[in-house]
């Protein structure tokens, strides 16, 4: 009874781990079904068909290939911009100042359906053509946001004693932002590089009021093909992006915990 | 200002310093010779961490011009200075390793012997045994340490210590005084050492800028500002004053005055009084006064209202009949105690003594020294 006392936080640990993990299983064992029918709801038999051939589905690959495609180019820029605004923000007093702060938080906090009704709106007025450059506008806007507030909170804790006595020091402004304010603001911009590729490469309801029928992401796919029977292809899929996430996910916090143990 | 500078020397040329709403250092000018150990003493916003911004070239002078040597630096930037600071926080650099941030310097200006030198500096401080190591793994010691040799290896025409000890406790900051001391005697190059701490200041600078309220109150080696302080706020700041009201009576010879305190006719050499003027603060030094007849004609009866002992010496607070309590120290040499409550005659001789401007406020800079540690 003490026992189970003990370990009861573990025992909570464990059960969550559980319930967030199961549906990751399912996939992956899923991913090795050969169904019977269209449908890929009850394990058959075992085969590894889907994993040999993971294009095998009409227009999967397309379509992952223009996830990925504008994923890299929303995150990309947005990281840069959301770097330049976060720094702007966190170390300069000027006019708009609090203005700017506050729209920053609006596309976090407006709903996914009306931010893209209301983008779809404004690319109509605009004469924008829905697809993919209006996808990329869509991502990258709301992508600065969340790379702003990573950036930012970076940015609040570096001590600018530390550029003063990088130019003390003989460092030209070039070379203080290059050897010491970009390697502290690191970790800050890679977080928020990371999130917003995966928020880009994840989204569905902007993505949808934007697209056009030869821009079907990922996403998308998915969501069509869940009406006429999902390919095994994309359990395939989906078995490889958690699997990245997760070893993109332990190397962080291996070199960090290592970095730690330094530090201690 | 002197009119030859020496080659080495850092001049200040009415350096001004104003915000939107005050002035923070009022026209200032200042020669800090070369190779000395020169120490800008005063309470938190006198202006002398403006004063040593402006000269890092952290802070742009409102009006006025720096100089070292033949060079005027005044309009160039901090990184073109030949001049480096050890920042009171330290400011390393938390994602490089103790030679990586010494070696920082060196390198911006491509020194190709960049590590050798780092190495030997860390030698000098001795932290060599430190050098792979991150600052954050340090003790505050070494990183103030590792501070200094980041700042020593450029060996810059000037070296600016900004309240370099605060964030240590009192017996490492005893020791490092020592160590800082003794590296500049190595090095020779010059220190500007900027503290709130008159002792930190008397202990280790050759000469000592006494500042307050954004001006120079009195330059001078800190023997000189001790004994002829030529304000109350110098007389106060830097150690404990006794301050009596007096006038100058007229006449006198060559080397002694008689002034009239409270119907009490006291000597002062004549070299301690400030000319022109009739009505003055007489002062004395606490451990200057002697209980007991000295022989000459300082001598003031009292009562003793509090007696404290340290040790090395006792501290007595003796009552005038107009209410005032003088300090006295009396070394523990021998010499009988007083005990409290008893009537006693203090003494001290004319040379001991010094005048002050009697329209300056005698509690001047007073308040201030207990403030800090």
Known sequence: ?264 | MSKQQGKGDLGLVALTKSFATFTAVHPLDLVVPQGSFFALLGPSGCGKTTTLRMIAGLEEPTSGRIRIGDSDITDTKAYQRNVNTVFQSYALFPHMSVLDNVMFGLRRRGDKDAKAKAKEVLELVQLEQVASKKPTQLSGGMQQRVALARALVNRPDVLLLDEPLGALDLKLRRQMQIELKRIQQEVGLTFIHVTHDQEEAMTMADSIAVMNAGRLEQLGDPATLYEQPRSTFVANFLGQSNLLRATVNPGGTDHVVTVRAHDTDLEVSREHLPEGVRDVWLGVRPEKLRLGEGGGPNQLRGIVRDVSFSGVATQYSVQMPWGQELIVVQQNDGTARAVLGETVTVSWAAQHGFALDASQDAEAGAELVDDHG
């Open chain 1, 1 to 264: 009874m003490a026992w189970i006392k003990r370990h009861l936080i573990s025992f909570a640990a464990i059960a969550v781990l559980v319930y967030m993990l199961v549906p990751n299983v399912v996939v992956a064992a899923f991913s090795f079904n050969d169904p019977k029918g269209k449908y890929n709801y009850n394990f058959n038999e075992f085969s590894a068909a889907a994993w040999t051939n993971p294009c095998g589905a009409q227009g999967i690959c397309e379509s992952l290939g223009l996830s990925l495609q504008i994923g890299v180019i929303a995150s990309l820029t947005a990281t840069v911009l959301g770097t330049m605004i976060a720094f702007a923000l966190g170390r300069y007093r000027f006019r708009g100042r609090s203005a700017t702060n506050l729209l920053i938080f609006m596309p976090m906090a407006t709903p996914e359906v009306v931010m893209g009704s209301s983008l779809l709106t404004l690319f109509l007025m605009l004469g924008v053509p829905s697809g993919r450059t209006a996808i990329l506008i869509a991502h990258i806007m709301f992508c600065v946001s969340f790379v702003v507030v990573a950036v930012k909170a970076r940015v609040a804790t570096l001590d600018p004693k530390l550029e003063e006595a990088a130019a003390d020091l003989g460092a030209n402004p070039t070379q203080t932002f290059l050897r010491v304010t970009l390697p502290l603001a690191a970790p800050g911009i890679a977080a928020g590089a990371l999130l917003a590729f995966s928020l880009s490469f994840d989204d569905y309801i902007i993505t949808n009021f934007n697209a056009s029928p030869s821009s079907i992401t990922f996403p998308m796919y998915v969501w069509g093909a869940s009406a006429r029977g999902v390919p095994v292809q994309v359990y395939v899929i989906g078995t490889v992006m958690f699997v990245l996430t997760l070893v993109v996910v332990m190397t962080g916090q291996l070199i960090s915990s290592r970095r730690n143990r330094q530090v201690a």
